[in-house]
């Protein structure tokens, strides 16, 4: 399984983008996708996860303001972040869990996850 990010960038406080993660490889396997991120000087931090039937879950810091969703036939899930923040500017990396094992309790766990792609970086000017 082998995952790509992209669709980082250079933006103004209060605007929107929207991260893309591309799944190939044996993808039926996968059982939940996830968005981390991490700020220069801090630990990796959740921001958000995707699982079974397409139940999605949220960190409070993003809560409202970002969306995670997939399009199965483009083997893709996507972050759409809105009203961004210079506290949002961070490498955002994804991450996939194979299928088959609970992601309750421990979606927040970088270990949780078998497969990460390589970052993009969001910056948000103030």
């Known amino acids: 399984v082998q995952l790509q990010a992209s669709g980082g960038g250079l933006v103004r406080e209060g605007e929107s983008l929207r991260l893309s993660c591309t799944i190939s490889?044996?993808?039926?396997?996968?059982?939940?996708v996830a968005w981390f991120r991490q700020s220069p000087g801090k630990s990796r931090e959740w921001v958000a996860t995707?699982?079974?039937?397409?139940?999605?879950y949220y960190s409070d810091s993003v809560k409202g303001r970002f969306t995670i969703s997939e399009d199965n036939t483009k083997n893709t899930v996507y972050l759409q972040m809105n009203s961004l923040k210079p506290e949002d500017t961070a490498v955002y990396y994804c991450?996939?869990?194979?299928?088959?094992?609970?992601?309750?309790?421990?979606?927040?766990?970088?270990?949780?996850?078998?497969?990460w792609g390589q970052g993009t970086q969001v910056t948000v000017s103030s």
């Open positions: 490889g044996s993808i039926s396997g996968i059982g939940a």
């Open positions: 995707i699982a079974g039937a397409g139940t999605t």
């Open positions: 991450a996939a869990r194979t299928r088959g094992r609970t992601i309750a309790g421990v979606m927040k766990e970088e270990r949780t996850y078998d497969y």
